[in-house]
């Protein structure tokens, strides 16, 4: 078992910054992708941001040029900077890891989710 523990979320006024962290913990064999995902009140969740092991990265058109997504491999951990932060930010952000275990069986983990809401 994996388990993710996000910190970093709050309220900010639209043009801040916020830095999200997310470290995983348990038995971990080995974590593929690591990413954030966002749902919005009636609204279903959505890919932010995702990076492989290997550091390859994708975003949602949304966010590009605005979030950027980090991972420290040696501490399982993934991080998201938020600048330009805009009202439609707002979201609950969730941590997202994909685990290989060591029989090769691959498994998906979520974090709790921590709220970003965004004033204008």
């Known amino acids: 078992q994996v388990q993710l523990v996000e910190s970093g979320g709050g309220l900010v006024q639209a043009g801040g910054s916020l830095r999200l962290s997310c470290a995983a913990s348990g038995s971990i064999f080995s974590i593929n992708a690591m990413g954030w995902f966002r749902q919005a009140p009636g609204k279903r969740r959505e890919l932010v941001a995702i990076?492989?092991?290997?550091?390859?990265?994708n975003y949602a058109d949304s966010v590009k040029g605005r979030f950027t997504i980090s991972r420290d491999n040696a501490k399982n951990a993934v991080y998201l900077q938020m600048n330009s932060l805009k009202p439609e930010d707002t979201a609950v952000y969730y941590c997202?890891?994909?685990?290989?275990?060591?029989?090769?069986?691959?498994?998906?983990?979520w974090g709790q989710g921590t709220q970003v809401t965004v004033s204008s």
């Open positions: 990076i492989t092991s290997g550091g390859t990265t």
């Open positions: 997202y890891a994909d685990e290989t275990d060591g029989l090769g069986y691959s498994r998906d983990y």
